[in-house]
């Protein structure tokens, strides 16, 4: 009898080390998912996914990628501050990448932490100068500190890369709007509605409001 409810349990436990077995998986696997899951939009699963694969593999080639990728999830989870914490371990593992300070000057800017992001902004497009949306967003950055004068030189460099960055229009416009420059509001505008015709409903009462200050009141005494 003993004999026999010891051979059952030896069974139950080899049958189990088995089903187990039979689930795991190997760390190209782990990565391989997470990357499927991340491209469609299942961020937690993604993160799940990529979290075992640095378990299994943390001396890996490809873990400054998977942090990368991990820290982006959490973004887009506005986990923030976990996000922040997987851009600082891609950059601790590699340095040179534009878009790693990219995109932990987002996470920074998402946390109000604008003077870190607009470091990160300028090491991006110290590394790729023609990183666009590494102007506009350094842009927002100063915007947000009141520094109006680097914000119009970072949309204007944003336009000149790309022409047809209707953003950068704008909110260039709002700045000129503030300075109380109302013809270069009305022209950015206006441009910005030219590429984007959503925007008409918002800023057409802008415009007019900065065309009626833009003209002199007419003078009735004769």
Do not use: W
Request: with cysteine; aromatic share 14%; glycine share 2%.
């Amino acid at each position: 009898m003993k004999f026999k409810l010891v051979m059952k349990i030896i069974f139950t436990f080899v049958l189990i080390n088995i089903v187990n077995l039979s689930y795991s998986q190997t760390p190209e696997e782990y990565y391989n998912n997470g990357m499927k899951d991340a491209q469609a939009k299942n961020y937690e699963s993604a993160i799940t996914n990529f979290t075992k694969f640095l378990e299994l593999s943390p001396n890996d080639p490809d873990v400054v990628k998977v942090y990368k990728l991990r820290g982006r999830c959490h973004f887009y989870l506005k986990n923030y501050e976990a996000s922040l914490s997987d851009f600082d371990k891609s950059i601790e593992l590699k340095n040179d990448d534009p878009g790693i300070y990219y995109y932990r000057g987002n996470a920074n800017d998402k946390l109000k932490n604008y003077t870190n992001s607009i470091n990160d902004y300028s090491k991006a497009i110290e590394l790729k100068s023609d990183y666009t949306d590494a102007y506009f967003n350094r842009g927002v950055a100063y915007y947000n500190v009141q520094d109006t004068v680097k914000a119009i030189n970072d949309y204007t460099k944003t336009i000149e890369q790309k022409s047809d960055y209707a953003s950068a229009y704008l909110n260039r416009g709002n700045i000129y709007l503030d300075l109380t420059k109302y013809q270069e509001a009305i022209n950015d505008y206006e441009k910005a509605v030219s590429l984007n015709p959503a925007y008409e409903a918002d800023l057409r009462p802008l415009i007019d409001k900065a065309k009626e200050r833009l003209t002199p009141p007419v003078n009735d005494t004769k």
